[in-house]
């Protein structure tokens, strides 16, 4: 990749520094580590058996995936460049496969969660920061359909939506779906499958078609589309074009996700020599009172964050309310639909899941982030307000909360809420509303009055909405509360490593103090140096 050696440089270079001082290398390591394997997420979206899987296999050049499959066999399964191994995921359980035993058989959503796939060839190695997922048909199981965006959304670059020509159009299911891309400006590839099918003018009719209802979903004014050969030899020059492109556009977001993190990485570090050089001068007197100033700072900071927590603790609960109140009343003014899909022995499970997914996101953008803004924003100024401007230290601490901890409200608080929320409405949820429509099926089965037979159907779509209300809220409310003490947790962890490589380079300048003045003076040369080359880290592409 274009920016990788840079990378790889600097964090070795901020590592040999942090080592230089004892300060904490983990982190920096781990993101080191990170980079020869970082990918983006190109998701392959559409309903079941419109030739998804035959179609990544044309891009690999060889069957690797299985085309022979049924919605109870279909598998999520990555591909992208690597040394030939396979790996089946079981919940915690991996097992190693050879790449000769794909394709592989007997795999069941049961027995297998995830297969990912290394392949070495010259086409996946042209775009090998892409992670091409193959993800089973929307219209196999509503688990896929959260899946696709709660677990891939937030590392993606684009989706690709596979739509065959024999039914070039866009079921509920996926317009849902593309409903919410929509809110995270996510960009949509349209891949027409077993194009050979149809004539010139059909085939020219069916793009038109598909990029005025794409685009219209999803916002998009020119939606691309590739057309893939169905017969003899499979063509995917149009698809390998599109992957090229996503795969041009991956630097961009690798150079943004490692200068945010070489900017955080810094942090400490820079802290540590600001204040060791500053304070060199100091007697031990006066670093004895400096360190007594630091503690009873950190000690105010504790303190009215605690405050600022218990008062969110407040405010996230009337959120929760609202949202629970939003999820009832939608769900309620769906009740007309529900009872008729019941009447009419349809599944309901889809409807339920669009009402549901819809009403949380609109909350939670409405209602919980920006209360969650305001929150870690009000804690940034706070420090402000009780500490001077000058103050290094605080002023790192505010800029600290800011950077790592409100970007990340923008980015996953929304994801985070929904893929638990998705869980629920994939399990419990949609059990407990089988078992309704289970019952309310052999009731209204044996009644012949019509108008006692329309009491029982609405009873079982209230019961239904009462039960998918209460337990909605209750999921929504357990991964609020995790969410948020995950951003707690931050904003405590960045004070406290704040104050810790303040304290040490106090306690390191009282061994500074015992050397002698020449000594001391290389010393100082050498921290202003090294100084200098953080400050470069901290301000990486900012500019």
């Known amino acids: 990749m274009l920016y990788s050696d840079e990378y790889k440089e600097k964090f070795r270079k901020l590592i040999e520094i942090q080592k230089k001082y004892d300060i904490a290398t983990e982190e920096s390591q781990r993101i080191l580590d990170s980079i020869d394997t970082y990918k983006v997420n190109t998701p392959v979206v559409g309903n079941f058996s419109t030739g998804k899987s035959s179609m990544i296999n044309a891009i690999i050049g060889r069957p690797l995936l299985s085309v022979d499959i049924t919605p109870e066999t279909a598998v999520p399964t990555e591909v992208y460049y690597g040394d030939n191994k396979v790996y089946q995921y079981n919940k915690d359980v991996v097992i190693e496969r050879k790449i000769d035993e794909l394709p592989l058989k007997g795999l069941t959503i049961q027995n297998t969660s995830l297969v990912k796939i290394e392949y070495q060839n010259d086409f996946l190695e042209k775009i090998r920061s892409v992670n091409i997922v193959d993800l089973p048909g929307f219209d196999t199981s509503i688990e896929l359909h959260n899946r696709a965006i709660d677990e891939y959304l937030p590392n993606s670059l684009a989706y690709l939506l596979v739509v065959s020509s024999d039914e070039p159009v866009l079921k509920e299911s ?120 630091v503690e009873k700072k950190i000690q105010t900071i504790t303190l009215e964050i605690d405050r600022e927590k218990n008062n969110f603790k407040r405010q996230a609960q009337v959120c929760i309310n609202s949202i629970r109140d939003n999820v009832k009343n939608d769900l309620e003014a769906s009740l007309p639909t529900i009872s008729a899909m019941l009447e009419n022995g349809n599944d309901i499970t889809d409807k339920i899941n669009s009402i549901v997914r819809r009403s949380v996101r609109i909350g939670i953008n409405t209602e919980f982030e920006p209360k969650l803004k305001k929150y870690v924003n009000h804690i940034s100024e706070m420090i402000t307000i009780q500490f001077p401007e000058d103050d290094e230290l605080f002023l790192g601490v505010k800029e600290a909360i800011k950077e790592n901890v409100s970007d990340e409200v923008v980015k996953s608080a929304l994801p985070v809420v929904l893929a638990g929320v998705g869980f629920a409405l994939a399990n419990p949820i949609l059990a407990a509303v089988g078992g309704i429509v289970g019952v309310a099926a052999d009731t209204i089965h044996n009644i012949k009055n019509n108008r006692k037979k329309q009491i029982e159907i609405d009873n079982a779509a209230n019961k239904i909405i009462n039960e998918v209300t209460v337990q909605t809220i209750s999921s929504i409310e357990t991964e609020i509360t995790k969410y948020i003490s995950k951003i707690n947790e931050k904003i405590e962890n960045d004070v406290l490593k704040q104050k810790e490589a303040l304290e040490k380079s106090l306690s390191d300048i009282e061994i500074d103090l015992s050397i002698e003045e020449h000594s001391r003076q290389q010393l100082t040369e050498s921290l202003e140096k090294d100084l200098e080359i953080i400050r470069m880290f901290r301000k990486d592409r900012l500019a």
């Open 174 to 293: 996926i317009s849902d779906f593309l409903k919410e891309l929509k809110v995270y400006n996510m960009p949509v590839y349209v891949v027409i499958t077993k194009s050979s099918r149809l004539d010139e003018d059909e085939l020219d009719e069916c793009k038109k078609l598909l990029k005025k209802l794409v685009g219209g979903i999803v916002g998009q004014d020119d939606v691309k589309v590739a057309c893939v050969d169905s017969y003899g030899r499979v063509n995917v020059e149009e698809l390998k074009e599109i992957l090229v492109e996503i795969q041009d556009k991956t630097g961009d977001i690798f150079l943004n996700k490692y200068s945010e993190h070489l900017r955080n990485a810094s942090r400490y570090a820079e802290v540590y020599l600001i204040e060791r050089i500053d304070k060199a001068s100091l007697s031990t007197s006066r670093l004895e009172q400096e360190k007594e100033k």
